[in-house]
């Protein structure tokens, strides 16, 4: 298999490119009421014009008061719809699929952006959140919250999206329910992976139901997060199980799809490990601090069949273009503001960017 290849999903019959995906990214550019930005737009219509595959949105909260950070775009009301569309028609025009990435930033929405009370699957405090503790969702609230998940998702299809990723990684509120830690809940939404991973499937069962056999629904998870209790044997069996429902990619989030797992040096690797659970008929996406062609080639030997990029896109648009060159090894950060400049970044972007180890010279 080559990265150049192009990949059947066998679920819908929609054609990928080649084997490259945009991975989310936060980039901050967005308007206050989550209308999406010409930033915005412009960013993400530039990688896509650089042949990646699959074009990811950044993380957009499903309801107002989700938001993780200022500057986040937003798919939680129909005024945000208009711009969506722009996008998704210029997503379009470069023959990329589009996903939006769905999120509720739960016990990560701070009060001090959203005004209100965090929540997650129950009481829950983390570092950043000044001391605020969470409030447990009820029935009743996690039922009208796997609504403004499908909602989301219907108001991405009016738009034009090819489909959706729903981010249950990076404890956030979907992975916040799959943690042991962070859902201590007594009822069904809590107690073994099942009951931990309900809300998850039941929002995948919502939004299937909603959008139709067309829509594409990806799911990226955490293989591991101690933190809040997600262990990998837990995510394997979690990976199997959502393999066995009307998605079309599983997208494992590694932060780097090299390291040794459980400490072992010659051990499996994260990726080899979910290609042994996941069936061949559903996609697996890792990603992961994949920067040159060798990389790449490596998480595809490894049995993943399409490979996410984040960092590497931002400075190297083009990156899809080059990548079937095996000796393509693009320059590595840090890199000077004029150079993210010209490769459309606006300053708000750039200065977050700074705030990424090493990025941006002068950075942190
Ligand atoms: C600036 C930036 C913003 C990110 N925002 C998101 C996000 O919104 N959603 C998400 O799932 N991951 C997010 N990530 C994580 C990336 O998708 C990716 O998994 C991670 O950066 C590792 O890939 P890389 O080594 O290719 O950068 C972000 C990463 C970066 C660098």
Redo the contacts with the bound molecule.
């Keep these: 298999m080559n990265i150049t290849d192009s990949l059947l999903l066998s679920r819908t019959g929609k054609v990928l490119k080649n084997r490259t995906v945009l991975?989310?990214?936060?980039?901050k550019q967005s308007h206050d009421d989550g209308i999406l930005s010409e930033d915005e737009k412009k960013w993400l219509i530039r990688r896509a014009m650089g042949e990646f595959a699959i074009t990811t949105t950044?993380?957009t909260n499903v309801t107002e008061h989700g938001r993780g950070w200022v500057g986040e775009m937003g798919v939680w009301g129909d005024h945000q719809i208009p711009e969506l569309t722009n996008l998704a028609r210029e997503l379009k025009k470069t023959g990329t699929v589009s996903l939006a990435?769905l999120?509720h930033g739960g016990m990560r929405a701070p009060q001090s952006i959203n005004g209100i009370q965090p929540i997650s699957a129950s009481i829950n405090t983390e570092p950043g959140m000044d001391g605020v503790y969470t409030r447990s969702l009820d029935n009743t609230e996690v039922i009208e919250m796997i609504q403004s998940f499908t909602d989301a998702a219907i108001r991405c299809q009016k738009a034009g999206f090819d489909g959706v990723e729903l981010?249950g990684?990076?404890s956030y509120l979907i992975c916040q329910f799959l943690g042991i830690v962070t859902n201590r809940r007594q009822d069904e939404w809590g107690g073994d992976l099942q009951g931990r991973s309900k809300f998850l499937r039941e929002i995948i069962t919502s939004i299937r139901k909603a959008t139709g056999p067309e829509f594409l629904i990806a799911v990226?998870i955490s293989p591991i997060i101690e933190k809040i209790g997600i262990y990998l044997q837990d995510s394997l069996t979690l990976a199997n199980i959502l393999s066995k429902m009307e998605i079309d990619m599983i997208h494992i989030?590694c932060?780097d799809v090299f390291q040794e797992v459980d400490g072992e040096k010659d051990s499996k690797s994260l990726t080899r490990r979910f290609r042994e659970v996941i069936p061949s008929n559903i996609p697996l996406i890792s990603?992961?601090?994949?920067w040159n062609a060798k990389d790449a080639q490596y998480v595809l030997e490894e049995g993943a069949d399409l490979v996410?990029?984040?960092?590497?896109?931002?400075a190297h648009p083009d990156w899809p273009m080059h990548i079937g060159d095996i000796s393509y090894s693009p320059q590595r950060p840090p890199f000077s503001e004029q150079h993210l400049l010209n490769v459309d970044l606006s300053p708000v972007f750039v200065d977050?960017?700074r705030g990424?180890k090493d990025f941006v010279i002068g950075g942190k």
């Design positions: 991975a989310a990214m936060t980039n950044a993380a990435q999120f981010h990684a990076h990226r989030s932060w990603t992961g601090a994949v996410g990029v984040a960092r590497v896109g931002i977050y960017m990424w």
